[in-house]
T-cell receptor
Framework: GENVEQHPSTLSVQEGDSAVIKCTYSDSASNYFPWYKQELGKGPQLIIDIRSNVGEKKDQRIAVTLNKTAKHFSLHITETQPEDSAVYFCAASTPGTYKYIFGTGTRLKVLA | DGGITQSPKYLFRKEGQNVTLSCEQN?????MYWYRQDPGQGLRLIYYSQIVNDFQKGDIAEGYSVSREKKESFPLTVTSAQKNPTAFYLC?????????????FGPGTRLTVT
C-alpha cells in the first residue's frame, strides 16, 4: 500500500547548524507534499509545502526539495534556533484521493 | 491552530463509556478530518467528510462514529467498542478534499480511558 518513510526519527544539532529531514514516498502519482511542525501537546502546524511541478521552495530559513524521479523530498532548516525544537512530519497526497499519508515524525532537538 | 477549535483539551473517561470530542471550524472549509496520534507514530485517519451530511471511513474507523450536520462542526464519538481509545485526537479541515489542499489542524484533545 501507500507508504511514506521518514528519517531520521531523532536529530540533535547545535544551535546555528543546519538540519535535514528526509522522506520517501511510494505512490508515484503523489503531487503534494506538506511539512508540519508539532510542538509538545499541540496540533501540527503547516510550515511549508511543495507541489510536484517544482523542485525546490524556500521560506526564510526553511526549504523543501523534491526529487520526483527518486520519489523523495527533504526539509532543510538553516541557522537552527532552540525554538525550532519540535517534532516534524512529512506527508504525501495523491490527486483524487482524500488523504494524506504521513511519515512517522522526526524529533528535532536544537542544543543551545 | 487557525480557526479550528477542539474541546476539551483533556478528557478522562471510564472504560465502557462513550465520549464525544468536539471540533468546530470557522474557515468555511468544505472538508474535515479526524486523526488519531499515538506516541512514536504518524497520524492515522479515522473519518473524513467532504460535505455536509456525508462522511467516509478512514483507515482506523472501527469503534468510532461521526456526524456532519453543519459545515462548521464535525464531532467524533469514541464508543465502548474501541479497544484502545487512549490517544491524542486531532481534527483538521481543508478547502476541499480532492488532495493537494492544505490541511489545518486544531490543538487536539488528549483522551484517557481507565
Amino acid at each position: 500500500g501507500e507508504n511514506v518513510e521518514q528519517h531520521p526519527s531523532t536529530l540533535s544539532v547545535q544551535e546555528g547548524d543546519s538540519a535535514v529531514i528526509k522522506c520517501t514516498y511510494s505512490d508515484s502519482a503523489s503531487n503534494y507534499f506538506p511539512w508540519y511542525k508539532q510542538e509538545l501537546g499541540k496540533g501540527p502546524q503547516l510550515i511549508i509545502d511543495i507541489r510536484s511541478n517544482v523542485g525546490e521552495k524556500k521560506d526564510q530559513r526553511i526549504a523543501v526539495t523534491l526529487n520526483k524521479t527518486a520519489k523523495h523530498f527533504s526539509l532543510h532548516i538553516t541557522e537552527t534556533q532552540p525554538e525550532d525544537s519540535a517534532v516534524y512530519f512529512c506527508a504525501a497526497s495523491t490527486p483524487g484521493t482524500y488523504k494524506y499519508i504521513f511519515g512517522t515524525g522526526t524529533r528535532l532537538k536544537v542544543l543551545a | 491552530d487557525g480557526g479550528i477549535t477542539q474541546s476539551p483539551k483533556y478528557l478522562f473517561r471510564k472504560e465502557g463509556q462513550n465520549v464525544t470530542l468536539s471540533c468546530e471550524q470557522n474557515l468555511n472549509h468544505d472538508a474535515m478530518y479526524w486523526y488519531r496520534q499515538d506516541p512514536g507514530q504518524g497520524l492515522r485517519l479515522i473519518y473524513y467528510s467532504q460535505i455536509v451530511n456525508d462522511f467516509q471511513k478512514g483507515d482506523i474507523a472501527e469503534g468510532y462514529s461521526v456526524s456532519r450536520e453543519k459545515k462548521e462542526s464535525f464531532p467524533l464519538t469514541v464508543t465502548s467498542a474501541q479497544k484502545n481509545p487512549t490517544a491524542f485526537y486531532l481534527c483538521a479541515s481543508s478547502p476541499s478534499s480532492g488532495g493537494a489542499y492544505e490541511q489545518y489542524f486544531g490543538p487536539g484533545t488528549r483522551l484517557t480511558v481507565t
